[in-house]
């Protein structure tokens, strides 16, 4: 698979993708990841996601784990092996089963979630494959996260689509790691 949109050289970078690069190194992520090297193509649109980013994985009503779990659903959905690498250690590091992981790259039914993550499995699952969120889930979500964690929990779900949008069709490779998506057919 050819990577269609590689990474810039530094040297290539004019003075917008330099200050908006150099925000996101700067920022929690830490370096500028595999799904900003395709956007740094158009910086305006990068800087608005990398924003949204930052506060749906670091600052969302739902806390990192419960984030980490609705990311791993939408990696899964969209089977975006970026995502997944990336993701994927860091959703058990935060507390989500080793099993659970497995279980949602294979597309199995996890065995061992917690309640609350049982709500972010079934939103997460009805919203990318009905389109649409069953009454008993939303008011379960409400009970839990109220009407802002519902919203960033669609967010997360949207904005994750979105890199997964852009990183498939861009060809982005996958980073070295232990977790690989697997490319099963949807069940």
Not at 56 to 76: C, D, F, K, N, V
Request: overall charge negative; glycine content about 6%; hydrophobic content about 40%.
């Amino acid at each position: 698979m050819n990577n269609r949109l590689p990474p810039l050289a530094e040297h290539e970078w004019d003075d917008q993708q330099r200050a908006l690069a150099e925000e996101i190194i700067n920022g929690p992520r830490g370096a500028l990841l595999p799904p900003f090297e395709p956007l740094l193509r158009s910086p305006e649109l990068m800087a608005h996601a990398q924003r949204m980013g930052e506060y749906l994985r670091y600052r969302s009503a739902l806390g990192q784990r419960l984030s980490e779990l609705a990311i791993l659903m939408t990696a899964r959905h969209w089977s975006q092996p970026v995502e997944w690498a990336i993701h994927a250690p860091i959703a058990r590091e935060k507390g989500i089963s080793a099993a659970a992981v497995q279980a949602i790259n294979e597309k199995h039914l996890p065995e061992d979630l917690q309640p609350d993550e049982w709500v972010i499995y079934h939103f997460c699952q009805q919203l990318h494959q009905q389109q649409k969120v069953s009454d008993t889930t939303w008011h379960q979500a409400i009970a839990l996260w109220g009407e802002k964690g519902v919203v960033d929990l669609i967010g997360i779900n949207g904005y994750y689509s979105f890199l997964s949008m852009v990183m498939n069709g861009a060809q982005t490779p996958v980073p070295d790691s232990s977790d690989t998506i697997l490319m099963k057919p949807t069940i």
